[in-house]
T-cell receptor, first 112, second 112 residues
């Protein structure tokens, strides 16, 4: 059974810092991995999708990497802004036919 | 283009009552998913439709839950009779085949 762990559970940084969020998964036989952000009381916003054959994906100040062999993904946020404050979720599709397995998320606070 | 929509946004019912949640996917998305987050836990997969067919319902907790997608457009998730442990946020998502999933804002269900 696939288990997804996100570290740290919470993170507070001053504005302008670069930061890394970590995601690990127990079964390396994945189909893809998706990063989301969730704002309080809102739904999930898809940030990046990495297919199993890819090593990384970039969107603006966000860069996500994938290392299947070690069961890890990282989300790098450059030059953080207060608007980046949210919960970031990592989810893995384990070749099961589209069902995503989620981590508990990292709650990020960027202070001005 | 409209995103995934869910109705209602909140529902408060008493134990033993019935509740029906609705999800309208992004137009043209044949894949539709239901997920649930109970307090303190990670988001969990419930089931997956391809058009009107249930592709995977391995995450459905018990036979009090019934999902339908007549005509392959919108979907409903009925809980009958509701129990206290059914409280949580129910998310719907949709996607193109093998592509990123787009989530709705969720329905917060409270069973008293």
């Amino acid at each position: 059974k696939q288990e997804v762990t996100q570290i740290p559970a919470a993170l507070s940084v001053p504005e302008g810092e670069n930061l890394v969020l970590n995601c690990s998964f127990t079964d390396s036989a994945i189909y893809n991995l998706q990063w989301f952000r969730q704002d309080p009381g809102k739904g999930l916003t898809s940030l990046l999708l990495i297919q199993s054959s890819q090593r990384e994906q970039t969107s603006g100040r966000l860069n996500a990497s994938l290392d299947k062999s070690s069961g890890r993904s990282t989300l790098y946020i450059a030059a953080s802004q207060p608007g980046d404050s949210a919960t970031y979720l990592c989810a893995v599709d384990s070749n099961s036919g589209y069902a995503l397995n989620f981590g508990k998320g990292t709650s990020l606070l960027v202070t001005p | 283009e409209a995103g995934v929509t869910q109705f209602p946004s909140h529902s408060v019912i008493e134990k033993g009552q019935t509740v029906t949640l609705r999800c309208d996917p992004i137009s043209g998305h044949d894949n539709l998913y239901w997920y649930r987050r109970v307090m303190g836990k990670e988001i969990k997969f419930l089931l997956h439709f391809v058009k009107e067919s249930k592709q995977d319902e391995s995450g459905m907790p018990n036979n009090r839950f019934l999902a339908e997608r007549t005509g392959g457009t919108y979907s409903t998730l009925k809980v009958q009779p509701a129990e206290l442990e059914d409280s949580g946020v129910y998310f719907c998502a949709s996607s193109q085949p093998s592509d990123e999933q787009f989530f709705g804002p969720g329905t917060r269900l409270t069973v008293l």
